[in-house]
């Protein structure tokens, strides 16, 4: 019998992580300073999904723990989340807490054919398809770290950077893929490269 995944759940609209990717946030509302206070006494984890415009939830985010976490002067935190699993929303659990708790099915996303495929890949269209769209956007992009990271990291770097509308960065998480996670970042950049990025609502 598989135990029951209940995490308490951080709705962000815009922002998504992966497995494996660290993510440091800055805590400061009451209601997220208790979902941080509730983790750390659990078991750290903290289930991270963006919010539609209606309030609703989209249906897969990705867990990440606590790695790291310091009080702030004001009483709120920073905290660093690394990506654990994937997840799948089961149903939310009501309660009399002022935060969002969520029951849910946790997935990977990474299997042996998929590095195998990462081999074969060019990051160097990505990479400059990337500093165009940025440089669209008035930001200049030093691309000399990307030479040093795996391309597991520079893909993951850049769906979780580049600032895409929230139903794309939905669509970027929910690529089971890596190779085709490189695909679709791929097409989104040539196609606002080509209509230019300020189209992106």
Do not use: H, W
Not at 59 to 76: A, L, N, P, Y
Not at 109 to 129: P, V
Not at 144 to 150: I, N, P
Not at 184 to 196: A, R, S
Request: aromatic fraction near 10%; charge should be positive.
């Amino acid at each position: 019998m598989k135990t029951k995944i209940i995490i308490p759940i951080f709705p962000l609209s815009g922002v998504i992580f992966f497995p494996n990717t660290n993510l440091p946030l800055n805590i400061f509302e009451p209601r997220y300073i208790e979902v941080v206070d509730y983790a750390l006494n659990n078991n750290s984890n903290i289930g991270l999904i963006q919010q539609q415009e209606s309030g609703a939830l989209y249906s897969v985010g990705c867990m990440g723990k606590i790695t790291s976490c310091r009080k702030t002067s004001e009483g709120g935190y920073m905290i660093n989340l690394i990506g654990e699993d994937c997840f799948k929303l089961k149903s939310e659990i009501k309660s009399k807490k002022i935060f969002r708790l969520a029951e849910v099915r946790a997935y990977s996303n990474q299997n042996n054919k998929d590095i195998l495929d990462l081999n074969k890949l060019n990051t160097s269209e990505l990479l400059r398809e990337y500093k165009q769209f940025m440089a669209g956007r008035g930001l200049e992009i030093n691309l000399s770290y990307f030479k040093q990271a795996e391309k597991t990291n520079t893909i993951k770097f850049i769906a979780m950077a580049t600032p895409f509308s929230s139903a794309e960065k939905q669509m970027l998480l929910e690529t089971v893929s890596t190779k085709e996670l490189f695909k679709k970042l791929i097409t989104l950049l040539q196609y606002y490269n080509l209509v230019g990025s300020s189209s992106i609502n």
